[in-house]
Nanobody, 108 residues
Framework: VQVVESGGGLVQPGGSLRLSCAASGSIYAMDWYRQAPGKERELVAVIASGGSRNYADSVKGRFTVSSDNAKNTFYLQMNNLKPEDTAVYYC??????WGQGTQVTVSS
């Protein structure tokens, strides 16, 4: 399984970004993590096997995970971004396969 991320960048507070994880192979679950400078990596959102979706309290109501099965691609839609959302974002497929990470910077 290979996972390739895209979609990071610089955005102003209140703005939106959509991250993508394109995966090869059979994917039954996708986790999204982020790691800010000097902090531990934290779990942000999950599409679990069976399709249930869960979010960290810090992003609930602002971030949404989804998938396009035809493209074998998973998405993290991030709205109303805050400076504290600044981090490198990673996806992890099937609990084992990491993407390369993509930088998200929220700043005016």
């Amino acid at each position: 399984v290979q996972v390739v991320e895209s979609g990071g960048g610089l955005v102003q507070p209140g703005g939106s970004l959509r991250l993508s994880c394109a995966a090869s192979g059979s994917i039954y679950a996708m986790d999204w993590y982020r790691q800010a400078p000097g902090k531990e990596r934290e779990l942000v959102a999950v599409i679990a096997s069976g399709g249930s979706r869960n979010y960290a309290d810090s992003v609930k109501g602002r971030f949404t995970v989804s998938s396009d099965n035809a493209k074998n691609t998973f998405y993290l839609q991030m709205n109303n971004l805050k400076p504290e959302d600044t981090a490198v974002y990673y996806c992890k497929a099937n609990g084992a396969y990491w993407g390369q990470g993509t930088q998200v910077t929220v700043s005016s």
